[in-house]
Each structure stands twice: as C-alpha cells, then as structure tokens.
C-alpha cells in the first residue's frame, strides 16, 4: 500500500451542493496532486500543492479549490456541483527532493463523487 | 491532438503470451516517463519508471525513443492477473512535477 489515503470512499451529492475531499500523504511527502478521472479516461490534473502553496493548476473552473496544511494533508473543494462532476478523485503524493523519483507519484484510493 | 495516446484496446490476449502496448506523446521536451497499472474501480498504481532508454522488471519491459516521442510496455509470459488498464503518464520538462496521462489501454488475459 502507498500510504496516502483518501475520505470519504463514497459521496453522492445533489446538483447545486458543495463538497469537500480529504487527502493524507505518504509519510515524508511535501507535495500533493489531485485529479479527477471520469469513466474510460486517464486522470485530468486540477492542481498540485507543494508545501502549503498551489504549485500548478489544470483547466478547472474556480469552483474547484484547494489547501494544503502544514502536515501536508490536503483537502480539495468543489462548488456548486455539476452532473458532470460525477468522477472518481484521486490524492497522489510525491517528494520533488527524491532526484530521479522526484516525478513519481503515488495514489489514494480514491473518493467517488455522484452528482445527481 | 492528444498529449499522449494510446490504443485504448481492449487487448484479448491468451495466458503466457507476450503483449506490447504503445504511447506516443506530443512535447518532445518531455523528460519523465511512466507505466501506470490501473484495476477496475481502483487508484493507479505504479509499475515503471522509464527514465533513460528503458528498463526491465521482470516479465516487464519498457522502452523509449525520444526521437520518435514514443514509449512501450512489454508484457512477457502473461498471467491472469496482469488483466488491467495500463496507463502511459507523462511530465513535461519545467511543468513542476505534473503529470500529463494517457487514457490507458485494457489488457484481458484469457485463460
């Protein structure tokens, strides 16, 4: 297992509704990247944090934002949900300080989001 | 265009065959690159890092040639639980640690 994990699991919201993500990292890791991966399709980047600070941003609208706290947790927010915000989001965490495994990023399991 | 495709398959394969998959990308400054296994319903998981010419990790092999902006994954001797999405990934030269991802190719290997 990589030692990120992910809450809740499961969430079913309504259209219109706001909800919050939460993401603990690998023991050691500083930076932290969220994605939303629809069904059939890679995972889409909305943004990454390192230490505390958005550090990149995908082409998401600013409904969807982000923190990222001093123990490296990291929770993402959506606003004024969609139907087709209905996704699996994903939390991986990475450590830019690891030379050549700087890019490599490893994954929670995931919170899958339904919007109706 | 894509920034990085991939067949998306499915791939019918038999148990103990060889399978190749492929990925092409479209920014040559890219420098980091990836194999992603992916279960259904399940987070990505990391099989390779392809980080000069290629590497190998037992039945797993994986190549690239940034001339022609293109990497594979070979699978020898399949098993039945190599059955997965497999995920080309991507970063960028100075893109901050990002990670631009395939849409992944489906592998069923059938007894």
């Known amino acids: 297992e990589t030692g990120v994990t992910q809450s809740p699991t499961h969430l079913i919201k309504t259209r219109g509704q706001q909800v919050t993500l939460r993401c603990s990292s690998q023991s050691g890791h500083n930076t932290v990247s969220w994605y939303q991966q629809a069904l059939g399709q890679g995972p889409q980047f909305i943004f990454q944090?390192?230490?505390?600070?958005?550090?990149g941003r995908g082409n998401f609208p600013p409904r969807f934002s982000g923190l990222q706290f001093p123990n490296y947790s990291s929770e993402l927010n959506v606003n004024a949900l969609e139907l087709d915000d209905s996704a699996l989001y994903l939390c991986?965490?990475?450590?830019?300080?690891?030379?050549?495994?700087?890019?490599?990023?490893?994954f929670g399991p995931g919170t899958r989001l339904t919007v109706t | 265009r894509k920034e990085v495709e991939q067949d998306p398959g499915p791939f019918n394969v038999p148990e103990g065959a060889t399978v190749a998959f492929n990925c092409t990308y479209s920014n040559s400054a890219s420098q980091s690159f990836f194999w992603y296994r992916q279960d259904c319903r399940k987070e990505p998981k990391l099989l390779m890092s392809?980080?000069?010419?290629?590497n190998e990790d037992g039945r797993f092999t994986a190549q690239l040639n940034r001339a022609s902006q293109y990497i594979s994954l070979l699978i020898r001797d399949s098993k039945l639980s190599d059955s997965a999405t497999y995920l080309c990934?991507?970063?960028?030269?100075?893109?901050?640690?990002?990670?631009?991802w395939g849409a992944g190719t489906k592998l069923i290997i059938k007894p």
């Open positions: 991986a965490s990475s450590d830019p300080g690891l030379a050549e495994r700087s890019y490599e990023q490893y």
């Open positions: 392809v980080y000069s010419s290629g």
């Open positions: 990934v991507v970063s960028p030269r100075g893109s901050n640690y990002q990670l631009i």
């Open positions: 944090y390192y230490r505390e600070e958005e550090n």
